[in-house]
Every structure is written in structure tokens, then in C-alpha cells.
């Protein structure tokens, strides 16, 4: 069965700190993937998604994500974070067009002025 | 367009009870999911619709819980009857051709079983 896999469950750091948040999927055919982002009281929104084509993609809010085919991985990344950064992020996963979709666990990061 | 609709917004209700939850999806998507999410769980897909159909219930906890999507633009999820440990945030989410886009979410109904 298809997993996917956050590290870090609690991330806290300084505003102007740079993030980089894991995900890792255990499903080896052709995968969608995404990072949503979730702000206190409120409802997931998408940062950015991969379908195919260049593996670095950018998202809203200075985010990025890097896919490694190879790693399994489509980490998260923001070179200099902001107060306002603080959410919680879940990765999700679906196989190929029509296959199972799944969250990860999510990572709560908390950024301190 | 107004996004995803969920009613109520907050829910609170005694052991017991019967509880509706109510979605109106973006117009023209045609795909809808039902999430649950709680500190100890998380996120939680409980159900997924394609074209009204339901595709995947393999996550609804049981059989308390039932789902129906009557037309293209509304679903329910029903509870019957709640518990205590039913409580959590539930969140209706569309998507446009399936589980492989981006979903849209709803506010989510927070709901409270007393």
C-alpha cells in the first residue's frame, strides 16, 4: 500500500530562516504530488503541485519543491520564512491519474518574530 | 465563484443524536471528498464521489456513518448515532476529474459530541 511520509512533525524557527520540509512516498509508478498548507482556524489551500515536466516547481508565497524521482521525495522549501508562515504543511500523493490519494501526516511549523 | 460550502459551520450535539453535515461543491467539478481531521489522527479521507458515485468508503470508520451525494452539487454526511469521539473537524473538498488535481476545501464544520 501506497504510504506517505513527513519527518518532522513539529518544526519551530526564526523569521528569516530557511524551511525545508520532507516528504517521501513508498508508491513507484507514476505519481501526482502536492503541498497544501494549512493556517491556524482555516482550510487547506495548495502551495504547489507536480504533474510532470521540470522537477523544481514554485509555488505561491515564495514557496518551492524539488521532486527526486529516484529519492522518492518531493521536499519543501522556503529560502527566508515569515511570521505569517506559521501553519501546518501536508504533503499528499496520488497514484498516476485515477489512483488512491493520500495526506501525510502533516508537519506543524512555527515561525517566532 | 464562492468555493466550497459547508453547513453548518459549528455543530454541537449530545451522544446520541443525529448529525447532518451538508456540502455544495465548486459548480462543474465533479468529484467530491469527505476528510475528518483531529489532533490524534490528523487528516483522514472518510469517502470520495466521482460524478455522484461514491468510488472509495474505505474510510469511514463505520457503520455510523453514512454518506450520500444526490446530485452534483450536494452531499451529506450523516452520523447516527454521534458519539463523544466523533469530535472533530470535518471538511467537504472538490476537485475537477478526480483524485489527480488539486482539491479544493470547504471552511469545515467543527463538530462538538457532548
Known amino acids: 500500500a501506497q504510504s506517505v511520509s513527513q519527518h518532522n512533525h513539529h518544526v519551530i524557527l526564526s523569521e528569516a530562516a530557511s524551511l525545508e520540509l520532507g516528504c517521501n512516498y513508498s508508491y513507484g509508478g507514476t505519481v501526482n504530488l502536492f503541498w497544501y498548507v494549512q493556517y491556524p482556524g482555516q482550510h487547506l489551500q495548495l502551495l504547489l503541485k507536480?504533474?510532470?515536466?521540470?522537477?523544481l516547481v514554485k509555488g505561491i508565497k515564495g514557496f518551492e519543491a524539488e521532486f527526486i524521482k529516484s529519492k522518492f521525495s518531493f521536499n519543501l522549501r522556503k529560502p527566508s520564512v515569515q511570521w505569517s508562515d506559521t501553519a501546518e504543511y501536508f504533503c499528499a500523493v496520488t497514484e498516476g491519474s485515477w489512483g488512491k490519494f493520500q495526506f501525510g501526516a502533516g508537519t506543524q511549523v512555527v515561525v517566532t518574530p | 465563484d464562492a468555493g466550497v460550502i459547508q453547513s453548518p459551520r459549528h455543530e454541537v450535539t449530545e451522544m446520541g443524536q443525529e448529525v447532518t453535515l451538508r456540502c455544495k461543491p465548486i459548480s462543474g467539478h465533479n468529484s467530491l471528498f469527505w476528510y475528518r481531521q483531529t489532533m490524534m489522527r490528523g487528516l483522514e479521507l472518510l469517502i470520495y464521489f466521482n460524478n455522484n458515485v461514491p468510488i472509495d468508503d474505505s474510510g469511514m470508520p463505520e457503520d455510523r456513518f453514512s454518506a450520500k451525494m444526490p446530485n452534483a452539487s450536494f452531499s451529506t454526511l450523516k452520523i447516527q448515532p454521534s458519539e463523544p469521539r466523533d469530535s472533530a473537524v470535518y471538511f467537504c473538498?472538490?476537485?475537477?476529474?478526480?483524485?489527480?488535481?488539486?482539491?479544493?476545501f470547504g471552511p469545515g464544520t467543527r463538530l462538538t459530541v457532548l
Open positions: 507536480y504533474f510532470s515536466g521540470d522537477p
Open positions: 473538498a472538490s476537485s475537477l476529474r478526480g483524485r489527480a488535481n488539486e482539491q479544493f
